[in-house]
């Protein structure tokens, strides 16, 4: 298994020993980027908190550790689609 297909549907933030989605919560999809294919809990997130993206830290974007990738909403679904990186 690749490191693309290992990330894929596993949870941002999420301990490596338990990694997917919980019942009763919400999640958007990352699209693109570094953190492409991995779930964003937006479960206490209102469309206002995410309609001028969201910086989410990751070691393996543009910056490496302590960057950030930028995802804003792509439509109406639950879709994050990859803005560029951020210091």
Do not use: C, K, N, Q
């Not at 792509?74 to 689609?81: D, I």
């Amino acid at each position: 298994m690749d490191e693309l297909e290992f990330m894929r549907g596993r949870v941002y933030g999420a301990d490596h020993d338990d990694p997917g989605p919980r019942d009763g919560r919400v999640y958007a999809e990352l699209s693109g980027g570094p953190l492409d294919g991995l779930l964003l809990d937006v479960t206490d997130r209102t469309p206002a908190d995410l309609a001028d993206g969201i910086g989410l830290r990751t070691e393996i974007g543009r910056y490496g550790p302590g960057g950030r990738a930028v995802y804003v909403p792509r439509g109406p679904g639950r879709v994050l689609e990859w803005r560029g990186d951020l210091p």
